[in-house]
């Protein structure tokens, strides 16, 4: 059974910095695409930034320049790397893996930036 697993979110003052964990746990399972999403209060779960096997990378408007996604295969997880932290990133971050038309969910990491 897959599962991934996040860590480093947590409460961090507007201009900090944050880095995320998520590994992939429980099996053979080397996913083509991670990808990190979140869903603030009220609001729907929105794209954040996703990296291939072999390491390209797109990023959501709202974070380019701040955030960076990066993996390691060999340990199957993904970081995302965010700096210049904002008032508007406080989210439930989520962390996603897909591959051989299978597709998991991270359970979220809050992330709150006080201002």
């Known amino acids: 059974q897959v599962q991934l697993v996040e860590s480093g979110g947590g409460l961090v003052q507007a201009g900090g910095s944050l880095r995320l964990s998520c590994a992939v746990s429980g099996s053979a399972f080397s996913p083509n695409y991670m990808a990190w999403h979140r869903q603030a209060p009220g609001k729907q779960r929105e794209f954040v930034a996703v990296?291939?096997?072999?390491?390209?990378?797109n990023y959501a408007d709202s974070v380019k320049g701040r955030f960076t996604i990066s993996r390691d295969n060999a340990k199957n997880t993904v970081y995302l790397q965010m700096n210049n932290l904002k008032s508007e990133d406080t989210a439930v971050y989520y962390c996603?893996?897909?591959?051989?038309?299978?597709?998991?969910w991270g359970q979220g990491t809050q992330v709150t930036v006080s201002s």
């Open positions: 990296i291939t096997s072999g390491g390209s990378t």
């Open positions: 996603y893996a897909s591959g051989r038309g299978d597709n998991y």
